[in-house]
C-alpha cells in the first residue's frame, strides 16, 4: 500500500528514487534501494507520512516555484575554492545533521528548519552569486564526509551549512507517482541546489519549508 499525508501535517513517502552525486553521476542501484528505505522508515517514525489509508489525506500539491535551473553547474563545481572556515563549517553543519536525523523525529526537525527560516525570512535578499559559490563548496567538500549520498542528510546538511552564512533558501519534499517514490533538495525561486533540475520536474512537490 502506498503511504499517504497525514491528517494534520505534511508529509510524503520516502521511497527515494536513485539520486545523482555532485558529480552528475548515478548511484549504484543497491545503495539507492537502501537509502530510499532508510528515508521511508525516517519519516514514518516521523510522523510526516502514514501507510493507514484511514488516517490520512490525499497528497497535493503545494505552491512552489518550479525548478528549471541548475544553481551550480559542473565547472563552478570544479573551479570552487573552499577555505579553512568552510571547511570547519561543512563538518560542524553534517555532524548537526546526522545528528538531528538519528536522535530528532523528523516532524522536529524540519518544524526547526521552518522556524530558523522564518525567524530570519526578512534579514536580507538572497544573495545567489554567494549562494552558488557556497553551495559549491559544500558539494565539493560532500565526498569527505562519510555518509550515503541520501536526499534528506544532504540536504538538511546543506540547509545548516547555508544558515551559517545567513543563507535561507527553501527545503522541498515531492513525490512521483508512477512509480511511487519521493524526494527532497533545496531550491531557490527557479534553481536547484543540490539535485538536477531536470529530476526535479519529474516530481510534484507537496511540502516546502
Same mark, same amino acid.
Given at each position: 500500500?502506498?503511504?499517504?499525508?497525514?491528517?494534520?501535517?505534511?508529509?510524503?513517502?520516502?521511497?527515494?528514487?536513485?539520486?545523482?552525486?555532485?558529480?552528475?553521476?548515478?548511484?549504484?542501484?543497491?545503495?539507492?534501494?537502501?537509502?530510499?528505505?532508510?528515508?521511508?522508515?525516517?519519516?514514518?517514525?516521523?510522523?510526516?507520512? @502514514?501507510?493507514? !489509508?484511514? $488516517?490520512?489525506?490525499?497528497?497535493?500539491? @503545494?505552491?512552489?516555484?518550479?525548478?528549471?535551473? /541548475?544553481?551550480?553547474?559542473?565547472? $563552478?563545481?570544479?573551479?570552487?575554492?573552499?577555505? *579553512?572556515?568552510?571547511?570547519?563549517?561543512?563538518?560542524?553543519?553534517?555532524?548537526?545533521?546526522?545528528?538531528?536525523? #538519528?536522535?530528532?523525529?523528523?516532524?522536529?526537525?524540519?518544524?526547526?528548519?521552518?522556524?530558523?527560516?522564518?525567524?530570519?525570512? +526578512?534579514?536580507?535578499?538572497?544573495?545567489?552569486? #554567494?549562494?552558488?559559490?557556497? @553551495?559549491?563548496?559544500?558539494?565539493?567538500?560532500?565526498?569527505?564526509?562519510?555518509? /550515503?549520498?541520501?536526499?534528506? *542528510?544532504?540536504?538538511?546538511?546543506?540547509?545548516?551549512?547555508?544558515?551559517?552564512?545567513?543563507?535561507?533558501? $527553501?527545503?522541498?519534499?515531492?513525490?512521483?507517482?508512477?512509480?511511487?517514490?519521493?524526494?527532497?533538495?533545496?531550491?531557490?525561486?527557479?534553481? @536547484?541546489? +543540490?539535485?538536477?533540475?531536470?529530476?526535479?520536474?519529474?516530481?510534484?512537490?507537496?511540502?516546502? !519549508?
Amino acid at each position: 500500500m502506498s503511504p499517504f499525508l497525514p491528517q494534520q501535517d505534511g508529509g510524503l513517502d520516502a521511497r527515494d528514487s536513485p539520486a545523482r552525486d555532485v558529480a552528475g553521476e548515478q548511484r549504484d542501484s543497491s545503495e539507492a534501494e537502501r537509502d530510499s528505505s532508510d528515508a521511508l522508515d525516517e519519516l514514518v517514525k516521523g510522523g510526516l507520512l @502514514t501507510t493507514e !489509508i484511514h $488516517t490520512g489525506r490525499a497528497i497535493a500539491p @503545494t505552491q512552489v516555484q518550479l525548478a528549471v535551473d /541548475n544553481l551550480v553547474d559542473r565547472e $563552478t563545481l570544479l573551479d570552487a575554492s573552499v577555505t *579553512f572556515g568552510q571547511t570547519l563549517n561543512f563538518f560542524a553543519a553534517c555532524i548537526r545533521a546526522k545528528l538531528s536525523l #538519528r536522535w530528532r523525529s523528523i516532524e522536529s526537525t524540519v518544524m526547526s528548519v521552518a522556524r530558523r527560516k522564518e525567524k530570519h525570512a +526578512n534579514d536580507r535578499p538572497l544573495d545567489t552569486a #554567494r549562494a552558488r559559490a557556497l @553551495t559549491a563548496s559544500f558539494l565539493k567538500l560532500r565526498g569527505l564526509f562519510p555518509a /550515503n549520498y541520501l536526499c534528506l *542528510f544532504d540536504s538538511l546538511a546543506l540547509l545548516h551549512f547555508l544558515a551559517m552564512y545567513r543563507i535561507y533558501p $527553501t527545503w522541498v519534499f515531492a513525490v512521483s507517482l508512477e512509480p511511487w517514490a519521493a524526494h527532497c533538495w533545496v531550491q531557490h525561486q527557479h534553481q @536547484t541546489f +543540490n539535485e538536477e533540475a531536470e529530476k526535479a520536474l519529474t516530481y510534484t512537490p507537496v511540502m516546502a !519549508i
